[in-house]
């Protein structure tokens, strides 16, 4: 689990979610979380399957925010539960703190979050900037992703510097006029700091 992830939010979306996710996929991302919790399951595990056969022409994975994997086989869980998590091929949960790192279990990497002030949730935090989160990386069990107001190339490369293997993104993609720019750009600062530890452009796939 690396690279580029983007968090859905179709509030803010400046195109449909299905545009947006498809405009992100051609500018390099892979995987995507898909919220949306307030849509009714049907509506819900519907936009599940679309956003799914669109990654998976691209090789890429939908992660389905909550225990319930709509059909797939990929989880994001709050902080808050469910412990321990469902079985599934590949989850995630949310962290903000050294605690919740010690609630992790079997979960295959963590967000930790807000590293930088963010417009999706204002006044949540305090931040953990690259310090903080560089601290709570060295104590986590399993990779972590950094989130939370992460929309410029050099804010990847911080996040990277402090040992993230990668970084979860919003409104950096839903609320881009050219969604397709903005993934590319943050792809390719995700892979230009990578490459020189031995990695590959294959590790944002």
Same mark, same amino acid.
């Given at each position: 689990?690396?690279?580029?992830?983007?968090?859905?939010?179709?509030?803010?979306?400046?195109?449909?979610?299905?545009?947006?996710?498809?405009?992100?996929?051609?500018?390099?991302?892979?995987?995507?979380?898909?919220?949306?919790?307030?849509?009714?399951?049907?509506?819900?595990?519907?936009?599940?399957? *679309? !956003? =799914?056969? %669109?990654?998976? #022409?691209?090789?890429? /994975? $939908?992660?389905?925010?909550? +225990?319930?994997?709509?059909?797939?086989?990929?989880?994001?869980?709050?902080?808050?539960?469910?412990?321990?998590?469902?079985?599934?091929?590949?989850?995630?949960?949310?962290?903000?703190?050294?605690? *919740? !790192? =010690?609630? %992790?279990?079997? #979960?295959?990497?963590? /967000? $930790?979050?807000?590293?930088? +002030?963010?417009?999706?949730?204002?006044?949540?935090?305090?931040?953990?900037?690259?310090?903080?989160?560089?601290?709570?990386?060295?104590?986590?069990?399993?990779?972590?992703?950094?989130?939370?107001?992460?929309?410029?190339?050099?804010?990847?490369?911080?996040?990277?510097?402090?040992?993230?293997?990668?970084?979860?993104?919003?409104?950096?993609?839903?609320?881009?006029?050219?969604?397709?720019?903005?993934?590319?750009?943050?792809?390719?600062?995700?892979?230009?700091?990578?490459?020189?530890?031995?990695?590959?452009?294959?590790?944002?796939?």
């Amino acid at each position: 689990m690396s690279g580029v992830v983007v968090l859905t939010d179709r509030r803010v979306a400046r195109r449909p979610l299905v545009a947006v996710v498809a405009a992100a996929v051609a500018g390099g991302v892979r995987r995507v979380v898909l919220r949306e919790k307030d849509l009714p399951r049907a509506e819900r595990a519907a936009l599940a399957v *679309e !956003l =799914r056969a %669109l990654l998976a #022409e691209a090789g890429g /994975t $939908l992660i389905v925010a909550g +225990p319930d994997p709509l059909g797939g086989d990929a989880v994001h869980l709050p902080a808050a539960g469910p412990y321990p998590p469902p079985n599934c091929g590949l989850v995630g949960r949310s962290c903000h703190d050294q605690a *919740e !790192l =010690r609630r %992790l279990t079997t #979960e295959d990497y963590a /967000t $930790l979050s807000p590293v930088f +002030p963010t417009r999706t949730k204002p006044g949540h935090g305090p931040p953990l900037h690259p310090e903080g989160l560089r601290e709570l990386i060295e104590v986590s069990p399993v990779p972590v992703l950094a989130l939370g107001g992460v929309e410029t190339p050099d804010q990847v490369r911080a996040c990277i510097g402090a040992g993230a293997v990668g970084v979860a993104v919003l409104g950096a993609i839903m609320r881009a006029e050219d969604p397709t720019a903005a993934a590319t750009t943050l792809t390719s600062a995700f892979k230009a700091v990578r490459q020189p530890s031995g990695a590959t452009t294959g590790d944002q796939k």
